[in-house]
């Protein structure tokens, strides 16, 4: 919410986003922190919570973003943690020259997320080939809100969602994938776990109830309107998928990604699709979209609606039984889901601060009735009445037991051994010697011998044109080099030929067959 980016600031801040959310049914949020260049991540943390603290109007938490690694940030990776309620941090493997991070710096922030029992979340993308086919196309004359799904196909966010999974389970870390937008890379999350690897992955609100062909519309402002990264899909079966990734459980969890910009924001881009502001609404519609494409398809049932949209969250982020279940000692937050009844999806009477809405036009079954967050009641009936400032911040502990008891596990399982043998007693080569020491074919013994008594087998001064390399240890030609020269000599032009060669065989071979 209300955070800077890409030269703009999203509009829906922290009591029109959780307004909206409260809307939809969605009684908690969990936002990401974004250091500015320069900024810490304690500074980072402390500028977003005072923002947040004033205005929300349900609970939220706070994932953080790590854009570069060092021993400072890990110390503050540490205060997080331990002291600041925050488990999880973000890695974005896109936007260059911002907040991308690179792999020798990504696998270090997997390691230190084990360490301290943090989640590590990642953004993936392969920002060096989406760089390189942007330049390609904008050369090309291709500037519009179309390069942007051109740009980013199917395969860079696979390859990249492989690339984070592999770096992460080297170091035993869990990780979240956020915002899956691909068959490709829900495929490559599905094969990851069954090989037994921790990952999970979110779709979100966006890929599940649209897809990517309004990025081609006429209108540039409706175009630019769905632009986010990564892009929504072209192929429309690409949310079916998606949800019978649900289903099946090789997807967790589901997110809306909210971050909202209005026409003359998106327009910053309107010569260059890559300087367009990323981001889409969502977090008002994420339930009713999923109740329309997941149970009203047969796809998901109220129980897997439930889990998908709340539970598995609260498991995985460690605010479980508070969150996430109706018990007591939980918190009352409860919401009075209407099957049955319909809306239909309008920029003008939704909740967010932004002037357009990617569902525009849709019509949903599933309608949040009453909601209640915190024993207070925000939606009767479908009006809404909020109240600014009256949401908490949630810690979210380390540790979390549904990600890291498989991980404190697998640390007994795959610790390394060590080999006891006896040490080795044998002379040792004094490397310092030999890089200061003339070429190892000067100190050969057998060679120097032949050279002091004349009697080298081999001489370069036979023929200088076939060789390029030294003789060998023992004084011979080696084999490795040519014998062909363009003047039409031999190598063993000056040897007296043999008088003749035994063989066994006659030439062709012999013939033992009976004919």
Known sequence: MQAPFMGSVSVDDFYHGTKAALAGGTTMIMDFVIPLKGESLLEAYDKWRNWADSKVCCDYSLHVVVPNFNPKVRQEMEILTKEKGVNSFKMMMAYKNFLMIRDDEMIQIFDACRELGALG?????????????????????????????????????????????????????????????????????????????????????AGLGTDGSHQYNKCWRHAAGHVMRPPLRLDPTTSGYLLDMLASGNLQTTGSDNCTFNADQKAIGKDDFTKIPAGVNGVEDRMSIIWEKGVMTGKLDPCQFVAVTSTNAAKIFNIYPRKGRIAVGSDADVVIWDPNQVRAISAKTHHHAC??????????????????????????????????????????????????????EREKVICPKKVEREGYVGSVVDARQLSAAPPLLQHNDSYNQHRASGELLFSAQQGDEFYSRPPTRGGYRNLQDSSFSLSGAQIDDNKSPRAGIRVQNPPGGRSTGLW
Do not use: W
């Open 355 to 408: 002037d357009f809405n990617i569902f525009e036009g849709m019509s949903c079954h599933g309608v949040a009735h009453y909601v209640i967050s915190n024993g207070r009641i925000f939606v009767e009936e479908g009006d809404v009445k909020v109240t600014q400032g009256v949401g908490r911040f949630v810690p979210t502990p380390p540790f979390s037991p549904h990600v890291y008891m498989k991980v404190q």
């Open 121 to 205: 979340m990642v953004h993936a993308e392969n920002e060096d080939a989406i760089e390189l086919l942007a330049n390609k196309l904008l050369a090309m004359g291709v500037t519009g809100p179309e390069g942007n799904d051109q740009s980013r196909p199917e395969e860079v966010e696979a390859e990249a969602t492989n690339r984070a999974i592999v770096l992460a389970d080297t170091v035993n870390c869990p990780v979240y994938i956020v915002h899956v937008m691909s068959k490709m890379a829900a495929d490559v999350i599905a094969e990851k776990r069954k090989q037994g690897i921790l990952c999970f992955g979110e779709p979100i609100a």
